[in-house]
């Protein structure tokens, strides 16, 4: 089912996605099976890794050190994590990630009040189970996520090995342009490094070859031109619900301004 | 601080649009001699001596036992480094103002070190200097200096002054450090 030859389809699943929010349904679907189409399905897909930041309102902020202590417990009883610790930021990073379901870590992080450093996944029920309680734990203790807070989403290039053509590939995708919003967001990282491998070169660039810029989907809806958007869904999946789950995601995604400085250092 | 457990202290960066975070200060009060950012912009690093700011770009770095294992070490941070910055210059173009022939050295894999024998395409080629004279065998492209982009593993400093240079990383020494 492709959005462009079927623009209805877009807008049934976009007018789906605003009802949902209306009738105070989570607005993004969680899918537990085969959620992401085989991108990430063990042994043959990308493995990938997912980075959950939490604040605390400001009236639980004097009590962060109990807090963040209480949730490592919780998560260590739940069996995702190995101790019912809070570790120094970037552990994961610099003594190695731990494997396994309980490979989950809880680090400090300066600036919001913690987080939360999966370990090495695949698209499993366990692990979406896991991104639903590690969730489900956080919030049990006053955990927020605001626009202090972020995640990052790490996808295994190993595939690319040492080829610049996939990075550039990947970089010229990149550059154009609580559960379900997480899930959705690993499959767009899944699904654009899975692109790069897939496109050929005279696919590149999308767009009708003009450069998608950040910024320019704020004046696209304003003028309600999907287009750039329709095309970058049907690249990236095939199957109606991934569809539909991205539309969800896009529906609810407040688009930057375009920035007169595109650096992010002086 | 004994030698076995020197480390860069590693922070989380911020955004452009935000101050930057508060710097680490050593056990007696004092700033560190290098603050370096890395991770595409995402995490600084201080530290007083090199080699600890190449373990945070390479964790197990400062592990290594012999000066061939680091320098095989330094050699992977290169040529990770250069595949990742050449992907970013063609991504920058213009790619499309390249031959076929040089598109192909640009974005081909780099198992094997480039050696063409001039490099005059209008974006530059990203080199390491070990597969090339005076360190390696191969000849050095002729053509514009400024369109040769060099990494230089040789020791832990000249990794990351390239790497600066290269865009890669950004390394800072405290202005009143002796």
Redesign the interface.
Known sequence: MSYRWNPEAFERDLAEAFARAERGEPVVPYLTEDATGGLAAPGTGFKFGREIEYDLPESLKPHQDAINQAIARDLYDAGLTRDPWTHP??TG????YYEGDNGWRLEQ???VAGELVSPPLYDTPRTWESIQLVCEIIKSHGGVATPSTGG?IHVDTSAF????????R???LV?RNYFGVIQTQIKLALGTVGLALRLGDDQFPLNHHEKDVAGNHTEHRRRLDYSSYLELADHLYHRAADKAQLTALFAITQWNEKKKSP???? | MSEANR?AV???N???ADRP??MPVKVDGSLYRYEM?FSG???RAYADEPDELVG?LR?GYDALGTPEERREARARIA??AQ??A???L??AGP?EECTPEERAV??????VPPAPEEWAAPVPLVLVTSFYEPAGSLPRPRGPEELQVWLDPADDWTLLTSLHAAGTI?VAILQDSP
């Open positions: 930021y970037h990073h610099d003594g190695g992080d300066v600036s990052h090995d040492h080829i610049p053509a996939f990075y550039q990947l970089l010229s550059n650096g992010r250092y002086e | 480390a590693v922070i989380r911020t955004s452009a975070p508060a950012i912009g995402g995490s945070a964790p040529l990770d595949v990742r050449q992907a970013e063609a991504a790619l640009l974005l081909g894999g780099r198992h950004k």
